[in-house]
Structures are given as structure tokens and as C-alpha cells.
């Protein structure tokens, strides 16, 4: 795998999209590099890159921060990290709905959400952010990825 | 219990032998054992998770030699950890007290280069991500390519952000590195407790062949350590031939492999043994650590930490 480092104004492209989405803190991400490959921006720890270079034989390092597309989706695993820093656009589940989204199903919100307009959104229950969907109204689609999805569960 | 029957008798023979106490030994390794978890401070504080598990009615108690590390007394409704959204949300993950051994021994520290050369499914990679506080980094290594999609699930669900996988046959890993764990793949006696079956697959060729493989992982692990630098050796096996007698192998063949004491508060361990079968040990081996089932009503496992002097 080549590991290249993000220049720094790719990076500040990129944090920037989704700080303005999340309305994330820029120093959440402060203690991190970035590197990308094709489709995806890669994550990891601050000086990880440099070391993991002379290593043989590095597949992954870190992993999928965000991913590109018409826009920048950011991933499951960082939300369940980092989202608890998101102040916008995010949806809040009831306990049905949260059961719903762990199980990997498309839901259709009891509520309109002041938090979020439509686009990519955090799904949110309680103080666990679950991971991300696609908001059209009042509709949620899931995006949650298959080998997350739990379809039995006791909460 | 049926499960007595099919204790192989050499099984039962060998253990008679070097096992404290092998009449409790024989019986607690048929009895099922109580579930465990690493609370994963990669992602949430030790303080928030243990409230709010305990507040839904599990009953933890925290292993004594690592904070991190606890025990399930007590389920509210016989409901399954693995089942709670705190689990989905990687909170915790599952893993054998004893699993959480090594780690400890090894003490990574971030600015350590690590190297864990049969990581999968990701057990201590993920404990020693987070026991360097997500930063520095650690190669997780498997040479089984098959494996290494779950090593890779689970660094992305504990949110090991310091993880570098590779894929390579833990005899040719090239670099030099600070720190060094092989938990070997060993013949899995220790593991009677989770899987019957273990016993089905057990004969003493098996040892045989994992024994060889691990003195060719030991003497490779070793030449890639650092000047000073630790390896931690640990199995999940009874088996002398894989534990001490691999350890011993290291210690005849080179002259800088020093053993060192390990001491774990509060936690009842055996030494290493130094004769077996006609065999003569290292005496060093001694200072290797034995884990029997019933000494503190876990799994089985060996650990030995070797400084390169």
C-alpha cells in the first residue's frame, strides 16, 4: 500500500466540508494525520504515517476516514469516535427507531428534526452516536455498514 | 459429567503429572467459564461504561492485575453482553481474562514501535492500542489472509487509530522493534473451558508440530527485537513442548535472550516447570508464568518476557 500524507490544503478542503456539516471543533482532529488513496481519505494517529513507511508490507494503517462521492461521506467508525463532538446535523432516535437503525433498516422519523437538514446526518440515541444516514425529509436512510448491522439485541 | 469420557488419557496422564492440584484441574475444565470483558478507553471512560452496565444489572468484577479488564459475575435477565448497544458501540470487547495477560507484560509505551507477529482477530492489538492511548504504532501481523479481515473489523470497531496491518509470514517479518508479542499458535488446551472440541483435535503430534513452528517464530521474533527491547512469548497451552521447552530453545541458542521475572498482583500463578518427558530445561525457565485453570477459575496460559541484552 502507498501511504501518502494529504497536503495540507487537501486536508483543510476535506476538514473543512465537514467541520461546516458537523460543526465539529477543527482541534477534534488536531491529533491525527491524513492520507488518501483512491476513493477513500484515511485516518490515523499523528506520526503513525512516517513510522508505518518503513515497515514492509503495510496494508492498512488507521482506516477509512471519509469517502468521496458527489459529497463527502464520512464514515460509521468515525461517528462512533468522534461524533459526540458533532453540534449539527445530527438526528435524534427514539428507543424504536435506534432498534431500527442498529438492525440496518431504512426508517421513517416520528419527528421532524431541528438538528439536521437534509444531506448526511449523524443518527444519534441518547449519548451514542450509532452512525450515519441519509436525510430527505423524514425519511432516514440507513447506512450503516452489513457486517455492523445486529438484528438481535437486548437494549 | 459426560465430558469426564472423553479426557483423553494421556491428556489426563501428562497433567497428572506437572499440574498443582490436578483432581481440581480435571473438574474445573469441565465446567463453563464466566464470561469477560476489556473495556476499550478508545472510546469512552472506564467510569461512564461501568455505570451505565451496571445500572441495566450486570454484575462486573475488575480482573486484579489489569484495570481495564472484568470479569461477569452477574447478567440481568441471563441476557448476553455481546447483545447491548454499549458492545455494538465498541465500548467494551470481549475477551478472556487471561487473553488480557500478555499486553500487560509487555507494557507497550507510544513511543515504542510494536510489532504483535500473529495478531488476529485483534485481541492485544486492540488492548495495547489503547494502553498507548491511541497514538504511537503497532504492526499487527497475520499470515493468514483469511484472518484478517476480522483483525481489521475489530481495530475499526475498537477505533485503533495507531494499527498498521500486515500480511506476512511471521518467520521473514523484517524491522527492527521496541516491543515484541508473539502469542503463539499453539495446540489451545487452555481453551478447553470455551470449546470442548479442542480435546477432539488434541495428540501429542499436534504439540509436536506446533512446537516446531513456535521455535521458529521465537528465534525470529528475537532477531528483529532491539537491543533492549522485550518479547513477550505466551500460548494458551498446557503443553511443556510449546511453552517451556520453546523458551528454553531461545535461551540455549542465544546468549543475549535474558528472562525476567513477572509479577502480577493478587493473581495465583505457577513457575515454569524445568524437566519433562527426560527433558532437561533451561533453569531461567523458571521464571516463565503458568496460569492452570482452577487457580483462579479462568483459562489455561503460559507467559514469558525475554529482554535482548
Known amino acids: 500500500m502507498l501511504i501518502a500524507e494529504l497536503k495540507s490544503e487537501q486536508k483543510e478542503k476535506i476538514l473543512s466540508e465537514l467541520i461546516e456539516r458537523f460543526g465539529f471543533d477543527k482541534k477534534v482532529f488536531d491529533s491525527f494525520e491524513f492520507y488518501r488513496t483512491k476513493d477513500n481519505v484515511y485516518i490515523c494517529a499523528k506520526g503513525a504515517i512516517e513510522l508505518a513507511k518503513g515497515i514492509a508490507g503495510v496494508q492498512d494503517l488507521g482506516f477509512a476516514f471519509a469517502r468521496f462521492g458527489v459529497n463527502l461521506k464520512i464514515t460509521t467508525n468515525i461517528i462512533q469516535l468522534v461524533g459526540r463532538f458533532a453540534k449539527k446535523n445530527f438526528v435524534i432516535l427514539n428507543n424504536k427507531e435506534a432498534k431500527l437503525f442498529i438492525a440496518g433498516e431504512d426508517i421513517v422519523l416520528e419527528k421532524e428534526q431541528s438538528t439536521a437538514t437534509n444531506g448526511f446526518v449523524i443518527a444519534r440515541f441518547g449519548t451514542d452516536n450509532l452512525g450515519v444516514g441519509f436525510l430527505r425529509g423524514l425519511s432516514l436512510k440507513n447506512l450503516l455498514p452489513g457486517a455492523k448491522v445486529l438484528r438481535t439485541f437486548n437494549f | ?309
Open chain 2, 1 to 309: 459429567m459426560k465430558n469426564e469420557a472423553i479426557i483423553p488419557r494421556l491428556f489426563r496422564e501428562r497433567y497428572n503429572k506437572i499440574c498443582p492440584n490436578p483432581k481440581q484441574f480435571f473438574k474445573i475444565i469441565q465446567e463453563p467459564l464466566k464470561p469477560a470483558i476489556r473495556i476499550n478507553t478508545n472510546k469512552i471512560s472506564r467510569e461512564e461504561i461501568i455505570s451505565r452496565l451496571e445500572k441495566q444489572g450486570w454484575k462486573l468484577k475488575q480482573t486484579p492485575f489489569y484495570e481495564n479488564g472484568f470479569v461477569i459475575e452477574n447478567a440481568p435477565n441471563d441476557n448476553r453482553i455481546g447483545l447491548t448497544i454499549e458492545h455494538f458501540m465498541g465500548y467494551f470487547y470481549i475477551q478472556e481474562v487471561v487473553s488480557m495477560l500478555p499486553a500487560v507484560v509487555l507494557a507497550p509505551r507510544s513511543d515504542d514501535l510494536v510489532l504483535d507477529v500473529c495478531a488476529a482477530p485483534g485481541s492485544k492489538t486492540t488492548q495495547m492500542s489503547q494502553m498507548i492511548g491511541n497514538t504511537g504504532l503497532i504492526i499487527a501481523n497475520d499470515n493468514d489472509f483469511m484472518r484478517l479481515k476480522p483483525l481489521k473489523y475489530n481495530i475499526e470497531k475498537c477505533g485503533c487509530l495507531n494499527v498498521a496491518i500486515t500480511n506476512i509470514d511471521g518467520r521473514v517479518v523484517k524491522g527492527k522493534f521496541d516491543k515484541i508479542l508473539l502469542d503463539a499458535p499453539c495446540s489451545s488446551e487452555g481453551q478447553i473451558r470455551k470449546d470442548w472440541k479442542v480435546l477432539s483435535r488434541w495428540s501429542e503430534e499436534y504439540i509436536k508440530t506446533f512446537s516446531n513452528l513456535q521455535k521458529q517464530l521465537i528465534k525470529h521474533a528475537f532477531e528483529i527485537l532491539k537491543p533492549n527491547g522485550t518479547l513477550v512469548y505466551s500460548t494458551c497451552t498446557f503443553a511443556p513442548e510449546e511453552n517451556e521447552e520453546v523458551v528454553s530453545y531461545l535461551l540455549d541458542g542465544f546468549g543475549n535472550a535474558q528472562l525476567e521475572e513477572i509479577k502480577l498482583k493478587d493473581f495465583k500463578t505457577s513457575e515454569g516447570i524445568t524437566e519433562w518427558q527426560g527433558k532437561r530445561f533451561n533453569p531461567e525457565v523458571r521464571k516463565c508464568i503458568r496460569i492452570w485453570p482452577h487457580q483462579n477459575d479462568t483459562g489455561g496460559f503460559f507467559v514469558a518476557k525475554v529482554r535482548k541484552c
